[in-house]
T-cell receptor, first 112, second 112 residues
Framework: QKEVEQNSGPLSVPEGAIASLNCTYSDRGSQSFFWYRQYSGKSPELIMSIYSNGDKEDGRFTAQLNKASQYVSLLIRDSQPSDSATYLCAVKGVAAGNKLTFGGGTRVLVKP | DGGITQSPKYLFRKEGQNVTLSCEQNLNHDAMYWYRQDPGQGLRLIYYSQIVNDFQKGDIAEGYSVSREKKESFPLTVTSAQKNPTAFYLC???????????FGEGSRLTVL
């Protein structure tokens, strides 16, 4: 079992719709969770961090964390073509020596 | 401008040659990281350093070496012992203990 798992996609959504991305992790002691966006050929950039159960909203992005079920999700509301990218889930956990472990990423395509 | 500078952006290497990738940051971050990304894959940790003159192996350290003589600099050497070095190499920095990382633009290494 991979430490951090994501559906590779592509997740195709029409412009203006909600994109829903999921990520599961295996280390129950994980404390910090992050979403990075990576455009093709570019480096990742941090878009969301979440540390406690529940929802965290930032603009059109909402991160949701459920530690009991060991999943974290990212919602992108009113999706725009500029949101087309790969979204990487990253988890910081005790089992990994507090290192950041990345999932394989979900590719999102927003169609006009 | 604060940020992370990686060089070179593109590098070609003949088999059997060592190459060194440069990473410099002026964000005053204690921690620095090197990741490798293969096409369609997530990020895998090569080496990381939490403080000057100290560094630890990540998940795929074999065939790589690093140094951390200055807070601002964390160069990565890809040695001839690395059997499959063609990849996208990403340097990142962050405050010690955080998972909120800032990435450089990356170095794309191709072995001829």
């Amino acid at each position: 079992q991979k430490e951090v798992e994501q559906n590779s996609g592509p997740l195709s959504v029409p412009e203006g719709a909600i994109a829903s991305l999921n990520c599961t992790y295996s280390d129950r002691g994980s404390q910090s969770f992050f979403w990075y966006r990576q455009y093709s050929g570019k480096s990742p950039e941090l878009i969301m961090s979440i540390y406690s159960n529940g929802d965290k909203e930032d603009g059109r992005f909402t991160a949701q964390l459920n530690k009991a079920s060991q999943y974290v999700s990212l919602l992108i509301r009113d999706s725009q073509p500029s949101d087309s990218a790969t979204y990487l889930c990253a988890v910081k956990g005790v089992a990994a020596g507090n290192k950041l472990t990345f999932g394989g990423g979900t590719r999102v395509l927003v169609k006009p | 401008d604060g940020g992370i500078t990686q060089s070179p952006k593109y590098l070609f290497r003949k088999e059997g040659q060592n190459v060194t990738l440069s990473c410099e940051q002026n964000l005053n971050h204690d921690a620095m990281y090197w990741y490798r990304q293969d096409p369609g894959q997530g990020l895998r940790l090569i080496y990381y350093s939490q403080i000057v003159n100290d560094f630890q192996k990540g998940d795929i350290a074999e065939g790589y070496s690093v140094s951390r003589e200055k807070k601002e600099s964390f160069p990565l050497t890809v040695t001839s012992a690395q059997k499959n070095p063609t990849a996208f190499y990403l340097c990142a920095s962050g405050a010690r203990g955080t998972g909120e990382l800032f990435f450089g633009e990356g170095s794309r290494l191709t072995v001829l």
